[in-house]
């Protein structure tokens, strides 16, 4: 099934709006500037362009492609003032990233299960308890799976989360594998009915083989119990990482092949361009995107909006 945006249409686009407000300043507002300052799209104006576009974490080889699409608009007089210019890239942006946005798939029946990855700190605890949470409202019977039991506290806050948002919560000892867990939820959401597993999993950085092959083990038990589960496995990227996104990205997928990306702290950061290049350079379609602590801030990835909510102010 895909889900829906949810809520209140416009609160939610307030927040989104909110929540990019730093790189609507650090980043597109500096093109805006410098574009409409100029009365002439000259060599200048474009290699200035491109540097904002790298210093706003788009990545070299989007904005060189950009770059070089601008260059081939100029040159056939497509575009003719720097007014088009903006109008231009602000239509590519519409074009990259509706052809990456994504949403959250689960079988119409039987138990859904949703694996949560990525490194240290990103948000996957958050993100789970947030889309449990949101999942639930929209009538899904939701169990999740404290499989981070690296971390001492780790199963603690989920459980703490868990009860907020009336989740029941399945954990075992810290130190325990973390298959186990999983192994537990499943067959305890088989036998009591819920339809929808989300598993936390432990932080872990990118470059280590044995915590990798960790992760593919929680697979393989969610599988024999499930056949083609688990059926979304979403990174949890931190937006304020900048550069070194790309490299989680590419070996996460490598390791685990990912069905989808979450996006988070895009508020904190005026480096949010990150998305562009991401969305142009990797076929792992953005699914949520995170733009605050609240739960609301959890939103699913919208292009348009997005792109609107960037611009517009
Ligand atoms: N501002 C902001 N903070 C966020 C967002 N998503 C998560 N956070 C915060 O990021 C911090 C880390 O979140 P966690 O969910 O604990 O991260 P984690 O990936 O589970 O961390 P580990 O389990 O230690 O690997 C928390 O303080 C969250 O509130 C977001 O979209 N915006
Ligand atoms: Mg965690």
Request: charged residues 25%.
């Amino acid at each position: 099934m895909g889900l829906g945006l949810g809520g209140d249409r416009q609160g939610l686009f307030a927040r989104l709006k909110a929540g990019l407000a730093k790189t609507h300043d650090g980043f597109i507002n500096k093109v805006e500037r410098l574009i409409l300052r100029r009365n002439r799209i000259d060599d200048e104006l474009l290699d200035e362009l491109e540097e904002l576009y790298l210093q706003g974490d788009v990545g070299p080889r989007t904005t060189e492609e950009l770059m070089a699409r601008l260059r081939r608009a100029v040159a056939r007089n497509e575009v003719r003032t720097p007014d088009e210019v903006l109008v231009f890239l602000k239509a590519q942006a519409r074009e990259i990233l509706s052809g990456c946005a994504g949403r959250i798939e689960l079988p119409a029946q039987g138990v859904g299960v949703i694996m949560m990855v990525g490194t240290n700190g990103s948000g996957k605890t958050t993100t789970v308890a947030k889309l449990g949470r949101r999942l639930k409202h929209e009538g899904r019977r939701v169990i999740l799976a404290a499989a981070d039991t690296f971390r001492a506290a780790a199963a603690e806050q989920l459980v703490i989360w868990g009860e907020r948002a009336g989740l029941e919560v399945i954990s075992q000892k810290p130190g325990s594998d973390p298959a186990a867990v999983v192994y537990d939820t499943i067959n305890a959401a088989i036998a009591r009915g819920y339809d929808t597993v989300i598993v936390d999993t432990a932080g872990r950085m990118h470059t280590k083989v044995n915590l990798m092959e960790e992760m593919k083990k929680i697979r393989r038990t969610a599988s024999k119990l499930v056949p083609g589960s688990p059926h979304e496995t979403l990174l949890v990227l931190d937006a304020t990482t900048g550069q070194n996104a790309f490299s989680q990205l590419r070996l996460f997928h490598e390791a685990v092949g990912l069905t989808g990306l979450v996006l988070t702290k895009l508020d904190g950061t005026a480096r949010g361009g990150v998305v562009l290049g991401l969305a142009r350079e990797f076929p792992v379609p953005v699914k949520l995107v995170g733009v605050g602590e609240k739960v609301e801030d959890l939103q699913d990835f919208d292009a348009d909006a997005f792109v609107d909510a960037l611009y517009d102010r």
